[in-house]
């Protein structure tokens, strides 16, 4: 398998909002072939920003992709419909900002909020499904109209409660019923989750749009316990030809410390960069015996 692999840019800060720019030379030198970046930093750029990142990413080889955890006050399930255009919106934006970088793949919790807890003494979460699906439909429009793909995150109960299961993604986005609405697996979450990563994966099959890799403490691959033999040779069986992207969380402090609750420095006095490039060539020799 020839897949291209990326790195997410906040494995190296402590703020979501970031200049990216300096990131792409970094990850094209670690032996990385994209950096994910936050898409709502994107939207939120003037056109002379987005630019100037388009060209650093043009000159240097490297692809970008986008993801986010949209926050509450853009939640597409939320009993509120204020909230939920609000969402639509923000979504819209994205995908226009996404179009204009000549961009192809957004991924994360769109079709809710990061963290998402149901109210309490709610035990049926239909009525939260149909409400985003609806709300989806109506801003994968603007994917269609950009090109870009939508790609629903399955995550683990503890962020979300709307699709912690390859399955459920897959009765979502049949729903939703758009090209441009797929599904994205991260292997951090599905080790939590799901039976066995291999049926998981086949079970999402062609809707699989994106893929992020992680250990189960999030750190990068090859440092950890997960079974990526059978993780690549499942995406090879389906015959998975997108980006794998690794989003790897290894030092406390700042917004993202807290956000995705590193409590530890888990670097084991590890250089940053260097395990980053230790990965890329762990993921890379992987999938060149596949
Ligand atoms: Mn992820």
């Known amino acids: 398998m020839n897949n291209k692999v990326g ?18 030379p970094l990850v094209k030198r670690l032996g990385f072939d994209i950096l994910e970046v936050n898409g709502g930093t994107i939207a939120r750029m003037s056109i002379k920003e987005r630019e100037r990142l388009k060209a650093a990413a043009l000159s240097a080889g490297v692809e970008l992709t986008y993801c986010i955890g ?16 609000r969402g639509v919106e923000f979504l819209t934006r994205m995908a226009d900002a996404i179009g204009d970088m000549d961009g192809k793949i957004l991924g994360g919790i769109i079709y809710s909020s990061w963290p998402g807890k149901m109210p309490q003494d709610v035990t049926d979460k239909r009525p939260f499904l149909d409400r985003s699906v609806a709300a989806m439909t109506e801003a994968v429009k603007a994917a269609e109209d950009n090109g870009v793909l939508f790609n629903v995150e399955v995550v683990n109960r503890f962020e979300q409660y709307l699709l912690n299961t390859a399955q459920e993604a897959v009765a979502y986005v049949e729903r939703v019923n758009s090209p441009n609405c797929k599904i994205l697996l991260d292997t951090f979450h599905m080790n939590i989750e799901e039976e066995t990563f291999a049926d998981a994966i086949r079970t999402a099959g ?47 402090g700042g917004e993202v410390g807290r956000d995705i609750s590193v409590y ?19 993921v890379k020799d992987k999938l060149a015996t596949l």
Do not use: C
């Open 206 to 252: 062609s809707r699989l749009g994106h893929f992020h890799l992680g250990e189960a403490n999030r750190r990068p691959p090859g440092r950890g316990r997960l079974p990526w033999d059978e993780i690549f040779g499942a995406l090879g069986d389906i015959g998975y030809k997108g980006a794998m992207t690794m989003e790897p969380f290894m030092v406390p």
């Open 70 to 85: 949209l926050t509450r006050e853009y939640d597409l399930a939320s009993e509120d419909a204020a909230t939920r255009q």
């Open 264 to 282: 530890r420095d888990l670097t084991n006095g590890l250089d940053l960069d260097d395990e980053a490039e230790r990965s890329a060539k762990f």
């Open 7 to 24: 790195i997410y840019y906040a494995y190296w800060t402590r703020n979501w909002d970031a200049d990216f720019v300096d990131f792409v």
